[in-house]
């Protein structure tokens, strides 16, 4: 087969413009979390603004000009005003240190684990009122700063719940020790078994409560739990509306 000169020329034009795609698909993934990674993305951050603080005006009177973030060892990635930066993927299975640094100094820093979340696409937050930075699952974080979840996965509740122990978690204060308990969950989702410990929304004691006070076991689950397909072990259990 023989193409004409006009032919060719729009043979080599069809083949180049699909080698431009494929190069800028390949780049606009190269951040893409695949299975066995997670993801982050860096939300817009606000910058300071001017006048008095309040609800209405939250960046007023905020003093730091710029932010980067840094987790683990990674580069450091810039904080923009009007746009979500995603930050390369990270290993599932294991803790990552976030670090905030504030015109060059260091300003806040925390661990965690995406097993923490009912996702596996978070979003790092700022907020501006407070001051203060977090994690939450995209889906929660809003779509200022176009930081959106890859995957907009439905919720699935699960339909059997019973409470199969319980323990305490010790909180020192300042001049006082405090008891809290935790219900540990029991729920079948996908056809598997998993366990959950989450607060029992007691008031503290400020006495350990004895080992037999542990053996009584509420006779009623009285907590929602949802989960995101095929991620069941990530599920969100809150307590019953009644």
């Known amino acids: 087969m023989t193409y004409s000169k006009t032919g060719r020329e729009l043979l080599r ?10 190069s800028a698909w390949a780049q606009a993934n190269s951040n893409s979390a695949t299975p066995g990674e997670g993801s982050v993305c860096l939300m817009a951050v606000t910058p300071p603004g001017t006048g008095e603080k309040s609800l209405a005006n939250p960046a007023g009177g905020n003093l730091i000009k710029q932010y980067t973030v840094r987790i683990d060892s990674l580069p450091s990635v810039l904080g923009l005003p009007d746009k979500g ?10 803790s990552h240190v976030v670090r905030v640094f504030g015109d060059g100094k260091q300003v806040e820093s925390f661990r965690f684990r995406f097993e923490d979340f009912s996702t596996d696409e978070l979003c790092l937050v700022f907020d501006d009122f407070y001051v203060t930075w977090k994690l939450e699952n995209c889906e929660d974080a809003g779509t200022w700063g176009t930081c959106r979840s890859r ?3 439905p919720w699935v509740q699960a339909k059997s719940c019973e409470v199969v122990g319980k323990r305490i978690v010790t909180v020192r204060r300042e001049r006082a020790v405090e008891y809290y308990l935790d ?6 989702a996908e056809g598997r078994e998993f366990t ?7 008031v503290p004691s400020s006495q350990e409560p004895s080992s037999e006070s542990l053996k009584l076991l509420p006779k009623d689950c009285r907590y929602a739990i949802r989960y995101h397909p095929g991620l069941p072990h990530k599920a969100e259990v809150s307590p019953r509306q009644n």
């Open 151 to 153: 995957h907009r996965l």
């Open 183 to 188: 219900y540990q969950i029991r729920y079948m």
């Open 196 to 202: 959950k410990y989450v607060g029992s929304g007691l």
């Open 13 to 22: 034009w069809v083949t180049l413009s699909a080698l431009v795609s494929v």
């Open 85 to 94: 930066v995603p930050l390369p993927p990270l290993p599932l299975g294991m």
